[in-house]
T-cell receptor
Framework: EAQVTQNPRYLITVTGKKLTVTCSQNMNHEYMSWYRQDPGLGLRQIYY???????DKGDVPEGYKVSRKEKRNFPLILESPSPNQTSLYFC????????????FGDGTRLSIL | AQTVTQSQPEMSVQEAETVTLSCTYDTSESDYYLFWYKQPPSRQMILVIR??????QNATENRFSVNFQKAAKSFSLKISDSQLGDAAMYFCAYRSAGYLKAAGNKLTFGGGTRVLVKP
């Protein structure tokens, strides 16, 4: 089954404790993105990758890191999480080409205390 | 930069009635895509309908239809014969069609409209 898999689905942690949210897709997609969702603001792009070893900042990259060492995986790293990073996070992927549909993961709810 | 605005934080509709959700956007591009996504309590992002800006004909998908007014930069969603399963958060989204501006096929979202369906 074609899917984007995020883990964990829920995480409660404390300020300053490094964490990684994993994202994996099995559709051989070139493009992958991370978004965060906040009430009233919709989803905003954090980082994106257009292929292996090619990553770039989205609209809200501060406090986040990403890597794309393999085509299927695109982890989101919070090196020193802070309470303002409490949010719902989505990973998305698509084939190259602007007419290609986005496939979303099921979301990760992060709470930073 | 493009912006998407949904002016209705919440809408309520009686089962079997029709509800229309508003969306306006701002862009200087001529070629782009517009989308409506549904997010039920399960948090999944479900694509409801898509419109290509170069197409004058409004997109329809079963009970869902859009009113796309390119000059006015307006893209409303009409849900006909509303069902209890339509209760969800709905997001309007924009995507550039230009490859050089692809940004990983970035979607720019509005703030969302919560739809409540009364039995």
């Amino acid at each position: 089954e074609a899917q984007v898999t995020q883990n964990p689905r829920y995480l409660i942690t404390v300020t300053g404790k490094k964490l990684t949210v994993t994202c994996s897709q099995n559709m051989n997609h070139e493009y992958m993105s991370w978004y965060r969702q906040d009430p009233g603001l919709g989803l905003r792009q954090i980082y994106y990758s257009m292929n292996v070893e090619v990553t770039d900042k989205g609209d809200v990259p501060e406090g986040y890191k990403v890597s794309r060492k393999e085509k299927r995986n695109f982890p989101l790293i919070l090196e020193s999480p802070s309470p303002n990073q409490t949010s719902l996070y989505f990973c998305a992927s698509s084939l190259q080409g602007t007419n290609q549909p986005q496939h979303f993961g099921d979301g990760t709810r992060l709470s930073i205390l | 930069a493009q912006t998407v605005t949904q002016s209705q934080p919440e809408m309520s509709v009686q089962e079997a009635e029709t509800v229309t959700l508003s969306c306006t956007y701002d862009t200087s591009e001529s070629d782009y895509y517009l989308f409506w996504y549904k997010q039920p309590p399960s948090r999944q992002m479900i694509l409801v309908i898509r419109q290509e800006a170069y197409k004058q004909q409004n997109a329809t998908e079963n009970r869902f239809s859009v009113n796309f007014q390119k000059a006015a930069k307006s893209f409303s969603l009409k849900i006909s014969d509303s069902q209890l399963g339509d209760a969800a958060m709905y997001f309007c989204a924009y995507r550039s069609a230009g490859y050089l501006k692809a940004a990983g096929n970035k979607l720019t979202f509005g703030g969302g409209t919560r739809v409540l369906v009364k039995p």
